[in-house]
């Protein structure tokens, strides 16, 4: 099945420089990879997702990039600010479309220092 | 956007009681529910995929006669804990996904066995 592994654990920057958290995947037939917000005693909230057929989506701060062929995908927030301070997760799908399970990264706790 | 409502969002239970857990997905309807399980500082663990009308795939290590999952319509999916014990207390999170609506995640229940 699917394995995600996630780096760093954790992130400590200061306010307005970048962050950048990378994850790689195993399932080649995975096609979606969405990233969370995961924020104290709260569910998961996706901040942007990107599909294989895209190698790179941007919304104002936050991008992601995609390279299939290494299975990597990485979170970039630019500018960072204190309320970006949050757990950020990773996931991807196990490839079965669009209903198919997500299997979650070990997460990375962001520090944004003001 | 798509909602999905969980509850209750906190519980407290003696140890040897059932709990259930509800999910709804409010806007739109959910052809797949996923029930996820989350222990302090870790990442979200896949315990179930349930599809409207049939019996719920659990993964690999997640006890089915103690996780009881029930998804009886196209918004509303079940997580019974029965039995429980202290080493159930977890954030149970749930996740409806439906094609064209991605996944959506519930806010999440804080369950404590005492």
């Known amino acids: 099945g699917e394995n995600v592994e996630q780096h760093p654990s954790t992130l400590s920057v200061q306010e307005g420089d970048s962050a950048v958290i990378k994850c790689t995947y195993s399932?080649?037939?995975?096609?979606?990879f969405p990233w969370y917000k995961q924020e104290l005693g709260k569910g998961p909230q996706l901040i942007i997702d990107i599909r294989s057929n895209v190698g790179e989506k941007k919304d104002q701060r936050i991008a992601v990039t995609l390279n299939k062929t290494a299975k990597h995908f990485s979170l970039h927030i630019t500018e960072t600010q204190p309320e970006d301070s949050a757990v950020y997760f990773c996931a991807a799908n196990d490839g079965s479309g669009n209903t198919g399970k997500l299997i979650f990264g070990q997460g990375t706790t962001l520090q944004v220092k003001p | 956007g798509a909602v999905v409502s969980q509850h209750p969002s906190w519980v407290i239970c003696k140890s040897g009681t059932s709990v259930k857990i509800e999910c709804r997905s409010l806007d739109f309807q959910a052809t797949t529910m996923f029930w996820y399980r989350q222990f302090p500082k870790q990442s979200l663990m896949l315990m179930a995929t349930s599809n409207e009308g049939s019996k719920a795939t659990y993964e690999q290590g997640v006890e089915k006669d103690k996780f009881l999952i029930n998804h009886a319509s196209l918004t509303l999916s079940t997580l019974t804990v029965t039995s429980a014990h202290p080493e159930d207390s977890s954030f149970y999170i749930c996740?409806?996904?439906?094609?064209?609506?991605?996944?959506?995640f519930g806010s999440g229940t804080r369950l404590t066995v005492v």
């Open positions: 996740s409806a996904s439906a094609a064209n609506y991605g996944y959506t």
């Open positions: 399932d080649s037939a995975s096609n979606y």
